[in-house]
C-alpha cells in the first residue's frame, strides 16, 4: 500500500528565508510518481510538479527546487526567498501503477506554509 | 496547463435538500473525472472516480446513493449530493485526466458545501 508522510504541519518564516518541505514516501513499486500541488487559501489546487520514479534529477523552477532521492524514499520541496504570496499548505502525493485505468494519488495531510513580511 | 472549472464556489443550502455540483473540463477531453473530499486543515479523500459513459467507482464508505455522480460526457461530470446534512458540509473538489495522459490530475477550485 502506498503512503505519503509530511511530519511538518506547519512551517511559518520571513519573507526571503528559504524553506523546505520534507515528504516521505512508502511504496511496493518500483515505477510510481511523485507530484507537489499547493493550495492557496482560495482552495483550488495547483500543479507544481511531477517526477517518474526513474528519474532522480533534481529539478529547478524559478524560486522552486525538489530533490529527490530514492535512497531515503523522499521528495523534497525548497523554497527559496520565499514570499508572501507562497503562503498555502502544500501537499506531497504518489501514485503507483495502475492495475487499469488512472493513477490514483495518495495524498499526505499537508504542510501549511506561512510566509510573515 | 489543463484547466478545470466548477459551479458554484459556493453553495449554502437547507438541510434535506439536494445540490449538484458541476465539474467541467475546460481545454481537454477529459476520460476520467475524480470528486474528492476535504474537511478544514485534513488531506484530500477521494471520494469516487468516474470515466465519460460508465458508472462511477465509490470508495470504501462512501454512500453511492447519497453522491451520484453523472459523467454523461468527456467535458463534464457532476455530483450530486442528495438529501444533505449538517455532516456533508464540506469542500468538494474534482480533478480530471485527459486522453492519452493519465498520470496526471488537474483540480479543480473546489466547492464548498454548507448545509443548515
Redesign the interface.
Known sequence: AQKVTQAQTEISVVEKEDVTLDCVYETRDTTYYLFWYKQPPSGELVFLIRRNSFDEQNEISGRYSWNFQKSTSSFNFTITASQVVDSAVYFCALSELPQGGSYIPTFGRGTSLIVHP | ?AVVSQHPSRVICKSGTSVKIECRSLDFQA??M?WYRQFP????M?MA?S?EGSKATYEQGVEKDKFLINHASLTLSTLTVTSAHPEDSS?Y?C?A?GTGW?????????T?LTVL
Open positions: 496547463g476520460t476520467t475524480f486543515k485534513q488531506s484530500l477521494l472516480t470515466n469542500f473538489i480533478s485526466t493519465t498520470d496526471t490530475q488537474y483540480f479543480g477550485p473546489g464548498r
